[in-house]
């Protein structure tokens, strides 16, 4: 009787929970009832107004079989959930999705490893459907936490654990997917989310226990994490970087993962290559300001953000670093100053007694200055040479800037920040490439680079001709001058050589003479080494090969002459070896100059001299100077005659050849500018005389004669006694006021030029005295009897109203 009133009621129950009931058989280990899934569908199809009871149902179902851990019964609701999933597309799938949403909780909330995996296979098949209408009050907020909790999962079991961990990277993957299509879904990319998902990502990227895959997947937790990983950065809109960015950076700092270098690297690789590349600079920006708020941490953390930021340049190369360039390097550049503060004071917080090493904070600027390079490679031509200036205008020259850094770095810290300054200079030249001398040379950039050739500091003088050699070479010339020798064919070198343009010939006329006079003031430094007289060969050498016209060959071989003038006095200040190297260093660049020109007597006469060197005096000659052990002979009083070049000579056999040899039989002086005193610390002016910029010949004493005198023989006669007597009397006038300001006490000094102010200022009280008029009287002139009245300036005078204007 119970039987066939339950028969009954069965058969008065809806059609939507029979349907339902047929799919699950018997025996749950054969699986969903295919035919009967097959008319569930139908009738979900043809009544859509059914799907959410349908789905409903099945919720029902599951809950009660989760309860009573029948999970054969639970895979078959999963499955036949799916598939209506897959089928259905009405706009009532929103009531039955929220039904399949709470059954995936249901699973994701259930201990058994089993149940989670297969409500986030579900879930991720849900996320690749394609809705047709959007859901404004759906949350995933449940997903993202959990999903993420599934990431760091802690198993006994690590083959269940990495499954586990794996199925939560592909959930979080899953709602990455789902959110971002639609933009009325919940917006993932706020900082709560990306909290969560990001840190969990990372740390099965890090995670080395996990690097295999397990059994029957295809890749590892770490590739599939990066593939994750990778996606959810290349949906990221522009305003959403900063958020997808900050976590990575937070991870990195909580878990010290700045210092091993390798896993940030990585970590900004992905992000670099993986979002779109006009978004490339917002990461760089974060980076510089990640690198300020560490300012005070330890070198280590420092220099790995560094060593991220020169890969990250690097990457970004087929873009730009941004509208902020200079910030960029502003940024940069304050970091070497602080380290440079940090190195020589030992702490980098003293609030904090956080102690640092010369060796960590060493590397760190060996990192910044290598950063400096990588950014300034991705710039463009004219960037580049902005770049250039910003970087020179921040190099403290002594007398002129003050000293960058804290107060306590004093004139070592000044010293340090100039190589510093002067080494990120060098890595911004080094790949730079412009036909135009004048462009990449201007005078407001290669004025105060010249002026540091000056500097006692030896370090210092061969990063400037690094730097000058860098901008020069523009054929890659330099590395066949590496070896400073006499070279007997010039033609193995195989030189590449343009003719010289016009703006080369503009750049040597406007600026050679300054070039030459500091390639000579650097030969007479006494504290110069083999490294330095190398760079001037290479530095003259491309000089000749890439600026060198008619006249500027001969300007060149003037100045090796007066090189080997300089090496033949007997000059207290440079020692035997100095003048030796000299001598070499111009044997060398004379032999080279000759070949260039293809002047067969020039080249002879060049040739006779080196060989009678090699037997007579060979240690002035760069094979025997220019070694690790040189052969010094005791002294260079042998040094005459034929062991010499003949300046009379050379200039006969180029004069013969064309060349105009004005200027060569004109002795070479150097001239000292106002720039070159404040730019060293010990006067030169004992060793060199002080020449002024004028000529003689153009001074106004010699302007006094009239036009019409009479020319004879006795007032010729008269004319050269009286100009070799105003020379001389000229030369003591200077050698007096130079003594008076490098001997005399400041207050006399001071009280000069406050007497020649007084002076000034007396004049033009006198010509504004002259120059102002008393105010018209209205009848035209002063009335009889009166006295005249003082003289009125006009900004004094009282105007009615209706005059002024």
């Not at 100053?337 to 940090?342: F, G, I, N, P, T």
Request: glycine share 4%; hydrophobic share 40%; net charge negative.
């Amino acid at each position: 009787m119970y039987a066939g009133v339950c028969g009954c009621c069965g058969a008065l129950r809806p059609r939507y929970k029979r349907l339902v009931d047929n799919i699950f058989p018997e025996d749950p280990e054969d699986g969903l009832v295919k035919v009967n899934m097959e008319k569930l569908t139908f009738y979900a199809l043809s009544a859509p107004e059914k799907l959410d009871r349908i789905g409903a149902y099945l919720s029902e179902r599951l809950s009660r079989d989760v309860a009573r851990h029948r999970y054969g019964y639970v895979c078959i609701a999963m499955e036949a959930l799916d598939q209506l999933l897959m089928a259905c597309h009405c706009q009532s799938i929103n009531l039955f999705v929220e039904s399949f949403l709470t059954m995936v909780r249901k699973l994701l909330e259930a201990d058994k490893p089993n149940l989670q995996i297969l409500g986030t296979n579900s879930f991720v098949k849900f996320a690749n459907i394609e809705e047709d209408t959007p859901s404004y009050h759906r949350s995933y907020d449940f997903f993202v936490s959990r999903f993420s909790e599934m990431c760091h999962s802690s198993y006994e079991d690590p083959d269940v654990r990495t499954k586990i961990r794996m199925a939560g990277i592909r959930g979080l993957q899953g709602v990455v997917r789902k959110t971002v299509r639609d933009e009325l879904q919940a917006n993932i990319w706020e900082r709560q989310h990306m909290d969560k998902i990001v840190p969990s990502l990372l740390f099965n990227l890090q995670d080395p226990t996990d690097s295999v895959s397990p059994g029957d997947e295809k890749e590892s937790p770490a590739e599939l994490t990066e593939r994750c990983f990778r996606e959810l950065l290349g949906r990221a809109a522009y305003g959403n970087i900063k958020n997808a960015v900050k976590p990575v950076l937070m991870h990195l700092d909580n878990h010290s993962l700045w210092e091993g270098k390798s896993f940030a690297v990585r970590c900004f690789k992905i992000i670099m290559y993986s979002i779109q590349s006009q978004h490339s600079h917002l990461v760089i920006q974060q980076l510089l300001g990640h690198l300020d708020a560490n300012s005070k941490n330890s070198a280590t953390v420092r220099a790995g953000i560094v060593e991220v930021l020169s890969e990250a340049a690097v990457i970004e190369a087929s873009g730009s670093v941004g509208p902020t360039v200079l910030e960029v390097f502003n940024t940069l550049l304050k970091q070497l100053r602080l380290s440079v503060d940090y190195e020589l004071t030992g702490s980098c917080d003293p609030y904090c007694n956080n102690k640092t090493t010369t060796d960590q904070e060493r590397q760190l600027q060996e990192a910044v200055i290598k950063t400096i390079g990588s950014f300034a490679n991705t710039l463009p031509i004219y960037q580049r040479a902005e770049v250039m200036l910003f970087i020179m205008g921040k190099i403290p020259v002594p007398g002129i800037y003050p000293a960058l850094g804290s107060p306590i770095a004093g004139f070592e810290g000044s010293r340090m920040i100039q190589v510093m300054l002067l080494k990120s200079l060098l890595q911004v030249t080094e790949r730079y490439e412009s036909s135009n001398m004048l462009a990449a040379l201007p005078s407001s950039f290669l004025e105060p680079l010249l002026s540091f050739t000056l500097m006692e500091d030896p370090e210092i003088r061969l990063l400037v001709l690094s730097i000058l050699i860098s901008l020069i070479d523009r054929h890659q010339n330099t590395h066949k001058f590496t070896l400073l020798s006499i070279l007997s064919d010039i033609s193995v070198l195989k030189l590449k050589v343009d003719k010289c343009s016009r703006q080369d010939n503009l750049f040597m006329k406007k600026h050679g003479q300054r070039l030459y006079r500091h390639i000579f003031l650097t030969c007479s430094e006494e504290n110069s080494g083999r490294s330095h007289y190398q760079a001037l060969y290479t530095l003259l050498a491309l000089l000749s090969v890439e600026l060198a016209n008619e006249e500027v060959v001969v300007d060149l071989i003037r100045l090796a002459l007066a090189l080997q003038d300089l090496a033949l006095a007997n000059d207290e200040r440079l020692s035997l070896y100095n003048r030796c190297a000299v001598h070499a260093l111009s044997a060398a660049y004379l032999s080279l100059i000759s070949q260039l020109t293809t002047v067969p007597a020039f080249c002879q006469h060049i040739q006779e001299v080196i060989e009678l060197r090699q037997k007579e005096v060979p240690y002035l000659l760069p094979e025997d100077i220019f070694i690790e052990n040189p052969r010094v002979p005791e002294s260079l009083e042998r040094v005459e005659g034929e062991v010499l070049f003949q300046q009379f000579q050379i200039a006969e056999v180029l004069g013969g050849s064309g060349y105009n040899i004005d200027i060569l039989n004109t002795p070479f002086t150097p001239q000292i500018t106002d720039e070159d005193r404040l730019s060293k610390r010990k006067s030169i002016g004992d060793t060199i005389s002080l020449q002024m910029d004028m000529d003689p010949r153009y001074s106004p004493e010699r302007e006094q004669k009239s036009p019409a005198e009479q020319i004879t023989f006795e007032t010729l006669k008269n004319a050269i006694v009286d100009s070799v007597n105003g020379e001389e009397q000229e030369r003591e006038k200077r050698r007096l006021v130079v003594e008076r300001f490098q001997t005399a006490p400041f207050e006399e000094i001071a009280a000069h030029c406050g007497a020649k102010s007084s002076l000034l200022q007396s004049k033009l009280d006198q010509i504004f005295e002259l120059t102002i008029r008393p105010p018209p009287s209205p009848s035209g002139s002063a009335s009889q009897g009166q006295t005249p009245t003082r003289s009125v300036p006009v900004y004094e005078m009282k105007f009615p109203d209706l005059c002024v204007y």
